[in-house]
């Protein structure tokens, strides 16, 4: 019995995020929330990722004020956001307190869907978000990072999938970053996870190899229960497939979505001029549009190639791509086998090109490359050579527990550190994460606010300024 397939709109998180390097501002989104509502998505990704940080370092807006304005025009639909487990939305791995109290404000703020993953697959980095969100009352989207290697059976994944719903995941996400996955063995993926686990199966992929819709066409075939798609203005490339043409595409048939198009040209419209001003002021490189098929030789996603070639251009090195490219795949079997996401694409995709502009492998390591081959990051899904780890790190002893438990609680120290900033109780969360970017962001709160508390006095005492 085919089941009708729901649909999460990603316009508000991912795809501005693999487009515009998350530019869009709260200005730009609001006016077509009470619309995008009336829908009948499954759910609206909006919030988490790269958001946060963008937020306030390009947009000098606070991303929680971002989340309560969504959740006001959105009274009906799920609002959804992306987690990286024992990383939050930041790059290191931050004490359990801390994750925990970001849970409980991301859902009082108005989150319900909180998809959690972590790079390397690690379920250890993963336990504190899932019993977090579980004594919120949110609901767990739990994800495994999808890639391909010699670990990656069919076996694994539905051996790791069964692993999170025991764990309490309330649903299981097939997060397909670099949109490697191929439409047959996406049937096949899809077909053993619901063979495995009783709860239901989401898919997100990327436009970047050009096989995306034919791929959710698949998992849709194979019994996924909902599909990740962004509305078409800001589609393809190394977005999502367009949501328009996965409805219309269902339209009629056993697994018809229930959305209409008439309703989808609304939020077409809304966007379509947004688009044109992202191409016109460079924010938009059509670059980032075009199908790039070597993601899946290489497995680079999108934005650790166009970081690779900056990384080059800036050593002057630019017609090394090519060998980057090639050391990548070499690198990862040295450090076994990563999903290339953040931060591991970034940690691999570095140490590539110092092997390369070197001219000697491993002559120069960075930290961030010790970190992983240490542990710091948590297990790598294959064991790594001890040879390796000690041409990497010498005599220092690897980690072999959860490397959160090494850390002490930070909240009370966090607090202290920031007292004459809080405005609000969700500020020592943004200092945890980004402690200069917020702090920067906080002086402009007080400035923007001094000066309308100044212009307001004015007005009230009769004085105009021009």
Known sequence: MANKVKITETVLRDSHQSLIATRMTTEEMLPILSQM??????SLEAWGGATFDACMRFLNEDPWER????????KNTKL???????????????????VEYFVQKSIANGIDIIRIF????????????????????????AAFSYTTGPVYTMEYYSKYAKQLEEMGADSICIKDMAGLLKPYDAYDLVKTIKESVKVPVQLHTHYTAGL?????????????????TAISPMALGTSQPPTEALVAALEGTPYDTGIKLTDLDKITKHFTPLREKYLANGLLNPKALKVDVNALVYQ???????????????????????AVLEE?????????????????????GTQAVFNV??????????????????GEYGKTPVAIDPAFIKKIIGDEKPIDYRPADALKPELEQLRSEIAHYMEQDEDVLSYALFPEVSKKFFEFRKAKKYNLDAENSDKENGIHTI
């Open 37 to 42: 509502d009336k829908v009948g998505y499954h």
């Open 67 to 74: 989340l309560r304005k969504i959740r006001n025009e959105v």
């Open 80 to 98: 959804q956001m992306l987690f990286r487990g024992q990383n939050i939305l930041g790059y290191r791995h931050y004490s359990d307190d801390v």
């Open 118 to 141: 972590d790079a390397l697959n690690d379920p250890r980095n993963l336990k504190t978000a899932i019993n977090a969100t579980k004594k919120e009352n949110g609901h767990v989207q």
């Open 212 to 228: 995306a819709s034919m791929t959710l066409m698949k998992a849709v075939e194979a019994g996924v229960d909902v599909i990740d």
């Open 300 to 322: 680079v996603p999108g934005g650790m190639l166009s970081n690779l070639m900056s990384q080059l251009a800036q050593a002057g090195k630019s017609d090394q791509l090519t």
């Open 328 to 348: 990548v795949p070499r690198v990862r079997a040295d450090v076994g086998y990563p999903p290339l996401v953040t931060p591991s694409s970034q940690i691999v």
């Open 357 to 374: 502009i070197m001219g000697e492998r491993y002559k120069t390591v960075t930290k961030e490359f010790k970190g992983i081959v240490r």
